[in-house]
Structure formats: C-alpha cells, structure tokens
C-alpha cells in the first residue's frame, strides 16, 4: 500500500520543479535559446494575450522559440526582462517578471508581466503570459 511520498519526496520535487523555473527565467532573462530548448517540448504550449500580431497560441518547442527570436528581432536584441521571484508548488510553477524593457522603431515597451509556467516532469507544459496593461503592450508590437 502507497503511503504517499515519504519524508523529504516533496522538497526534493519542489526543489527540482524551482530548478527547473529558474532555469526558465534565466533564459529569457539573458535571452538564452539554446537554454531554453532544454526545458521546452513538442507538449509545450505558450498562450500570449492581446491583438497583436504576436498574439496567439505557440504549440512546441520550434514556435515558441521561433516567437522569442522574432521578439529579438523585432527589437535588435532590447528585449529583456527583469527578474522577480519564482514561486513553486509541486509540478507547477509561477514564474513573475516585474517588468519587460524593450525598444522598437522609436517605441518603447515599459511593462508589468507575469508569466505563468505550469510544468511537468521537469518540462515547460504550458506558460500563461499576463501583462498588467495589454493595450500598450498591444500597440507596441503593432506592425
């Protein structure tokens, strides 16, 4: 009979699903991709919210880091994020960025984010991206 995880099991997962959050986050945060593709899968899925051409849904480890690059590009390499904290329970992760920083064409991008990164047996399933006021972030990516 299965008592449930013994003694130490649950720090020794949580410490390996924090692992695994800041590896994610420190990835994006020195716009690392090869870092990145580590932690990403054909499961994975990444929802971006809003009206731009960015917006949408990116279902695996190609689209999702395709969108980084072309966020990159977009911006000549400006994007970065600020590091926060990362808070872990289990297999999930919440991942929050204070603020994302870039410059385009003229534009600058000044935002609160979150983003949210469920993950499962040390791999990215889904990350939910938040921002605290969408439409500039909408009309900043605008093409």
Sequence with gaps: MDDGPKQGEDEVSQRSTLNVAERVRMALIENDL???QAVF???SLLRMPGKSGLAGEYQGRDAILGLCKRMSQLTDGTLQFTPARVI???DQAMVVFGREFAIRGGRKLDADAIHIVLLR????REVWVLHGHQDPVDEFWAE
């Design 34 to 36: 090869l870092a990145a």
């Design 41 to 43: 899968d054909d499961a």
């Design 88 to 90: 872990s329970e289990d």
């Design 121 to 124: 047996d040390r791999r990215v």
